[in-house]
Each structure stands twice: as C-alpha cells, then as structure tokens.
C-alpha cells in the first residue's frame, strides 16, 4: 500500500525510517508491503534519499489517487485540519501524532472518517510510543472507565527527574533539557502543561465518550516547583510529578486537571523518571491498568504510527467502531469541587504559634522538614477536603502561603 | 452475536457477567450486541440464571449453528484441544483464557483457526486483564522484539510480596495466599512457576514469531526463597520476584528461564506487588513498554475475554493475519550460556580466609550482610559471567553453596 507523509520533522522522518528498516518484519508479521509514495513539507531536503517524493503542494497528495493512507505529523490545527479532512474525504485513511489536532478536533474528524469509511487513527498523540489508545478502545471496551491519570509530558517529567535525582534547579534542569533536544527554545508546552491537557483531553474523550475540549481544563505547570518542595516530598514519602487526570463523575460531568502533585511512592508512577511516559486506567471490571514506555522521540512515536498504519491496512474494507460522540455544553466540573490534601509551604513569624494554630484549624496536620530549612518557613500536608473549602480555611490561618502542591491519590 | 462458554468456573461465570452487567456499554462503544446462549459444564448449578442453557453435551454447542463465538475457559490440554479444533473447523470463533492450551498447541490452532478463516485470541491466557497480546501484535507490529520479561503469575508475587513487606515465611505466605483463594491446595503449578513458564512461551512464540514449547524450558519456581534472601535482596537494593524472561538470540535460538530474581528497586518491575502483574517487551523502534495490572481473577481476566469477543465481531468476515510459525527443533539455547551475575548464600568455617579467596578468585565481589547474620553464613554477588562459567568457579572457591538467585538486568 502508498503512503503519504504530511511534515518531514521529527515524527514524520521516523515513519519513513520504519516502514523502510524494517519493512521485511512488517511483511513477515502483517502481510502488508508498504511503500512511502509522497512526502509534503515546505523545506528543502537536497540530500534526502526522499527527494524526488518531497512536495510543496499538498495537493499532489490530495489528488494522487494511488495513496491510500496518509500520515500526519505536521503538528497545530491548521493547517492540518484542512488536510486531514479533504484526505479523508478522498477516501484516503489518515493516521496522526499530532496531539493538539485530535484534542481540539478529534471529534468531528471521526465522524468525517465514519462518513467516508475510512480510518482516523491516532495511537501516537499520546504517550508516544506506547500502546495506550489502542488497548483503551479494545482491549478494555468491555469495562467502564471512569478514571484516567497519567505522566504524559516527557520534557518536565526528565526536568522533575533531574530535580529530584541530582538536585539541580528548575532553571538548570530545563537548560540542560533544551541542550539535549528534549525541550523547545519556548518551553511553553511542555513546562506549562499544555501538552499534557491536550492528552489527558484525547484519553478523556476516549473513555468517557464524549468529547472534552481543552477549553477551560485546569493546567498548571512545573515553573514554581523548587527544590525545597522536592525535599518535603521525599519526607512524605513521596516525589513530586506533572500528573494530568480525568475523571468521569457520577451525576455525568468530567473533573479534568494537570498540575504536580505529590506522588506516594508505592505509587508506580513514582517510578516514572526521564522522559518516560505512563498511563493509569481504570476499568470497573479490570481495577487499574498501567502502560508505560517512551512518551516522545522520533522512532517511539513512528512505532505507534506504523501500528496505526498496519491497522487501517488490516481495516481497510471495513469501518473501525471508534471514537466519541462531539462535546457537550458543560461537561466539566469545577475543579475546586474536587476533594484533596494539599501541601502547603508558607511563611510564618511566629512558628510555634503557627503550627499550634494549623493543627486547631485543620485538626490532623502532617508537619515537613527539610535540611536548612529556615526559622520562618513551615511545610505541612493538609487533610482532605473539597479544594475550594480548603483554600478558604487555609486564608483563616494567618500564614502566608508561598505555594501549593495537590496529594495525587 | 451468540455466545457459548465452555467451562463455567471463575473466569467464564466472569465472562458472562461481564457481558451481562455491561451490556450497554459495550453496545454503545462497539454496536455490538452479546448474548450467552449456551454453556458446557459437566457440574449441575441448580440456582443458576443460566440454569436452563448450561449442557453436559459438548455436541450441543458444536452442532448449534447459531453460535457465533466460543470461550474456552475449562484449562487443561484435553478436552479443551478437541473442543476447540472442532468449533473452529465449523467456523465458530475462540476465544481461550487457556494458557496451557495456547502455549501447547498454539500454533497447531492458530493455523486451524487461519484454515477454516476464524479467529483465535488468546489476550486472557497471558496477564489477566492486562492488554499485552494485542498490543505486542498490533500496536508494536512495526518492531523487531528481540526481549520479553516479566513478573507472570499473581500468587508467587502475593507470596513474594508478604514476605519481603512482612517478614512472614514462604509456608506463612503460601497459607494465606490458599485461604484467599489466590493459590491452589496443590499450588505447585504457581510456586514451581509452571504458569509462568507457559506464560512467557505465549509470549516468546508471539513476539518472536515461532512456536516456542514449554518443554525443555528451564524453570524454576520459589519454594527456595527464604527471609535471609530477602534481607540481603534489600541490601543489594533489590528485591526478589519470579521473573520470566525470553529473549531472541543472534544466532536465531530463544532464551527461555523462569526463575527468581533480584530485581534493582530502579526497575519498574521492583514495584509490581500482590497478585499484580506486568510484562516488560523491548522492541528496537520504542524501547522498552511495560504493561500493568491484575494478572488474575474472574472479572479481570473476563474484560480481557470480553475484548477478544468484541474483537471477533469486529472482524468477523476477516481473517486477523495474526500467529506464529510451528516450533523448530533445536530453537532453545542451552541456559547456561547465558551471562548473569549471582547472589550467592553459602556456609564457611573460616570466614575471613572465605572472603578474601572468594575476592581473589572473582576479583569484584559485593558482599552483603543482614540483621542477625550467622557466624559462619557468607552472601555476596559475584561478577558477570556465563552462568555455567560462573558455576565452575564457584566449585573451586572452597564455600558450601547454600542457594543462589540470578541478578536480572
């Protein structure tokens, strides 16, 4: 079969690489002989072995009758939107990485594939190269799935990692990021949590069936977290993570947020270091399920693309049965209306007296500390309650709260 | 689609609870209707919903045209193997929990399956409930997998997991374990680590693409695990867990072991606890993948079930191209070969003489100690080397070599 790729970059390059390096396992193992027949992007590649097959005009793709799937690896909604879907609306199976299009799109491109009947497959938009769309949509389709969580940003998870391991800064730890590749000049998306809302967003929609657009999901990023934070974590028995959750609630809306937390350490996602990637779902019949593996870089994400493009190969004749209906008005809850323990770091003058004043407040409070810690500085977890009473009874305290971290659950 | 469940014991009542309680569900994500229209079962159950369609005939499942769709779950080669070939032959899709039956005569069923054009799933004989078949065959379809490891049986690390968060003993553990019904009276087939052996030859055949048989593999379970060994696993920052593990050679021979294990608390293996499982598989595009959740149980392994069953309906006019080829004589590499390092427990007279001839015959050794260390005990790790190598020097060094464990990299 022909295939097409939309944006030679990172992604796109490693596709070309897999279906060539291995192309004898995949004929081994599938049946399937594929061939790269097209290649879009606006550079020039004087030296690519692809050369001849590099085009500037997408409709050189759109109108070749002889390719029939087309990868999309360009990243942004436009403008891939309007390529993927004149693509599949040539009847032409598209397979994408491209996060941010399925997040904020992913909805009414499945129904344009469902129109065709052709295949709109996106394995690779979360979590890289790990199977994590695949298994949700098949493997667990006779469960309920009412909670997702994961670590699904590989750039400040390996950020966190370096923080936490060797004791460096946000700064220097995203300096050496940058220097390695694995961050953007703009950390923006990354640092911010942006990236990973998208994904919690696609698995969202995924589970839960409807889809939950980006707009107004909580996200906080890594930016506050110090080494200080990273030193009360561990004597709570925890580290501190980039967590993005999901949860679908029982009178029908969904709690949705990405921000670190505090993550125990019998928690396998605790274990989660660098730029790995892992993904918690849990099914009414399964209980939790764990996948986990290598969220970015240019042959882990081409693997769960040549997985999607052996899949529409398989499916060609047939319509897939997947995706989700479009969004609702409303379906996000409020995220204050989520129960939580937090941790709080805060500036005291009087320390006795504030600590003494906490536990009458909070009743339980587990008091932190850390070498150096300074005469004025108190740490402490809170019990659980509704986010928004606890940030109310803690303005009650006195103490001047220099930051917040949530217990991840 | 009509469905019939051989076998009506824990994991195929799981099965038609599953597809009972979430009936809708699956409806709505799939558009599939299930209803279980028959069960075999020579037991009577009188009380039973299903009372009226449960047979001791298998003749009225093979001859009842109207059923679409078979679970194997009654374990054991025979008669599961003829019931099986004969739905196939008359065009009815298996689907088995059967590890024993997959990993026996696999490959002998999938080509029946290939012949009469249905499918055979297998995604329950390996992992429960954990989405690993399907992953490995589908989702990473575009890599050579040249390893697979993993922690396989759920009641080993049940027992594994009391002793080394307890302190209690293996015959302690193993009795609760049998109380809460996670080990058999006679456990042998988990504590001798025979399910994880047939596990990992489901997997090696899957990944490598050749019938492995269970026959010849080595194997070895945990009856000889002790509390000293734990504490001096935690020494080694490390702890114990059956580990099975295949690996594809240069030379085109398969690795094969199961086997206790340190396990390096860095490895995510390290925090797989309680009947929990997973399965570490490295393909050369992503790296390594790891997949988690309950390795047991009736309805975790009935989701499991329930996902083949869906996925039979998805293609029911399509042959999967999914298998592997029948074995190869000779495809099992001699164990021995392989390099490894050990931990090594053994009794002395003279312990300074011991260690410091141990040092001079290894070189590099790391020796541990524990909390009420006899007098004239010895434990310590040696280098890494071909384990038959390892053995030789180990006769020349003069210790009584009480047990050892592999180190697993």
Not at 84 to 113: D, F, I, M, P, Y
Not at 319 to 345: H, M, N, Q
């Amino acid at each position: 079969m022909n295939v097409a790729i939309l944006g030679y970059g990172v992604v796109g390059s490693g596709v070309a690489k897999v279906l060539k390096e291995n192309s004898k396992t995949i004929e081994e193992k599938t049946g399937h002989e594929f061939k790269v027949t097209r290649i879009l992007d606006i550079r020039d590649f004087p030296l690519s072995e692809y050369r001849t097959i590099i085009t500037k005009n997408f409709e050189d793709i759109a109108n070749d009758k002889d390719i029939d799937i087309v990868v999309e690896t360009m990243g942004g909604v436009e403008p891939a939107f309007g390529f993927v879907t004149t693509c599949l609306e040539k009847g032409k199976h598209v397979v994408t990485s491209n996060k941010e299009l399925v997040a904020v799109k992913g909805a009414q491109l499945l129904a344009t594939a469902r129109k065709n009947n052709v295949n709109f497959l996106f394995e690779a938009s979360v979590g890289g190269g790990i199977p994590v769309i695949r298994p949700v949509s098949r493997c667990l389709a006779g469960n309920n799935i009412t909670k997702v969580s994961g670590i699904l940003n590989g750039t400040t998870n390996y950020i966190l990692t370096k923080m936490i391991t060797e004791g460096v800064s946000f700064e220097a730890a995203l300096k050496n990021a940058q220097e390695l590749g694995y961050a953007e000049k703009d950390p923006s998306a990354d640092v911010d949590g942006i990236d990973a809302m998208r994904k919690i967003c696609i698995l969202a929609s995924l589970c839960f069936g409807t889809h939950l657009s980006p707009d107004g999901v909580y996200c906080e990023g890594i930016r506050r977290v110090t080494l200080a934070d990273v030193a009360y974590a561990e004597k709570f028995g925890s580290v501190i993570k980039l967590v993005a959750r999901a949860e679908k609630l029982a009178d029908g809306k969904v709690f949705a947020a990405v921000s670190p937390c505090f993550v125990k350490k019998a928690n396998m996602l605790s274990g989660v270091n660098d730029v790995y990637n892992a993904c918690f779902v849990d099914g009414d019949m399964v209980g939790d399920v764990l996948m986990y593996g290598k969220g970015a870089g240019s042959e882990a994400t081409a693997s769960a693309v040549v997985g999607d493009i052996i899949d529409c190969a398989d499916n060609s004749k047939e319509r897939k049965f997947f995706g989700w209906e479009p969004a609702c008005e409303d379906i996000l809850s409020d995220y204050t209306d989520k129960e939580t323990a937090l941790y709080v770091r805060c500036t005291v003058t009087d320390k006795a007296e504030a600590c003494r004043r906490l536990k009458s407040i909070f009743g339980k409070v587990v008091f932190l500390w850390r070498k150096d810690q300074p005469e004025n500085e108190v740490a402490f977890v809170t019990p659980v309650m509704k986010e928004r009473q606890l940030r109310k009874v803690l303005s009650t305290t006195g103490v001047s709260v220099v930051t917040t971290i949530r217990i991840f659950e």
